[in-house]
């Protein structure tokens, strides 16, 4: 078997974060809008996928934003208004990318508490962002509440779906850390030998 670099990795785990989140993202809005048409709330994948993309990539978690504002506004049905104010509104979850430098990468892998905090502020990043592009087209501002109530449900839903990603190797981690421990490991169990 040929060995693959570094980027060919994070590009073939990339695209395969797109297509999970792609398709998810597709069926979860298809069947809420058949079986639940008169809902007022949503539940979307993008916030939970990018939440893991940012811990194991960073910034190139801004794809996968992109990518579940597109399919969320496929599957509904949406106007190209919506399209932006989902597809630039979920680029804002990066802002999580800031308690990372504050408390480390590590502490938001390994702690509970602060990967329930990564998440929360991923999805106010999110409802401030699409609320914010929404002004431009004529949203208002007690909008905002709107918002936040509507996908109250995929909060809870990202923190479940994080909070147990963090229960299996690697998934919740950051992938060159990753690698290199996983690597270091199977020397020394060659060493052993």
Request: glycine share 8%; net charge positive; aromatic share 12%.
């Given at each position: 078997?040929?060995?693959?670099?570094?980027?060919?990795?994070?590009?073939?785990?990339?695209?395969?974060?797109?297509?999970?989140?792609?398709?998810?993202?597709?069926?979860?809005?298809?069947?809420?809008?058949?079986?639940?048409?008169?809902?007022?709330?949503?539940?979307?994948?993008?916030?939970?996928?990018?939440?893991?993309?940012?811990?194991?990539?960073?910034?190139?978690?801004?794809?996968?934003?992109v990518a579940g504002g597109i399919a969320f506004?496929?599957?509904?049905?949406?106007?190209?208004?919506?399209?932006?104010?989902?597809?630039?509104?979920?680029?804002?979850?990066?802002?999580?990318?800031?308690?990372?430098?504050?408390?480390?990468?590590?502490?938001?892998?390994?702690?509970?508490?602060?990967?329930?905090?990564?998440?929360?502020?991923?999805?106010?990043?999110?409802?401030?962002?699409?609320?914010?592009?929404?002004?431009?087209?004529?949203?208002?501002?007690?909008?905002?509440?709107?918002?936040?109530?509507?996908?109250?449900?995929?909060?809870?839903?990202?923190?479940?779906?994080?909070?147990?990603?963090?229960?299996?190797?690697?998934?919740?981690?950051?992938?060159?850390?990753?690698?290199?421990?996983?690597?270091?490991?199977?020397?020394?169990?060659?060493?052993?030998?």
């Amino acid at each position: 078997m040929n060995n693959i670099s570094f980027k060919q990795y994070r590009a073939i785990d990339l695209c395969i974060w797109v297509v999970i989140m792609l398709a998810f993202e597709a069926v979860t809005t298809m069947a809420a809008a058949r079986w639940f048409p008169g809902e007022l709330y949503t539940l979307s994948q993008t916030t939970a996928v990018v939440c893991i993309v940012m811990m194991r990539w960073g910034g190139y978690a801004a794809i996968h934003a992109v990518a579940g504002g597109i399919a969320f506004c496929l599957a509904s049905g949406g106007s190209p208004e919506q399209l932006v104010m989902y597809c630039v509104g979920n680029c804002f979850a990066l802002a999580a990318l800031a308690l990372f430098k504050a408390v480390g990468k590590e502490k938001v892998r390994s702690r509970a508490l602060f990967t329930v905090i990564f998440t929360a502020a991923a999805f106010c990043g999110v409802q401030l962002g699409r609320w914010l592009v929404s002004l431009i087209f004529g949203g208002t501002l007690d909008s905002l509440v709107m918002f936040f109530a509507t996908d109250s449900l995929t909060l809870l839903y990202s923190v479940v779906v994080v909070l147990i990603s963090r229960r299996v190797d690697g998934l919740f981690e950051d992938q060159k850390s990753y690698l290199i421990r996983t690597e270091s490991e199977r020397k020394r169990r060659e060493e052993d030998f």
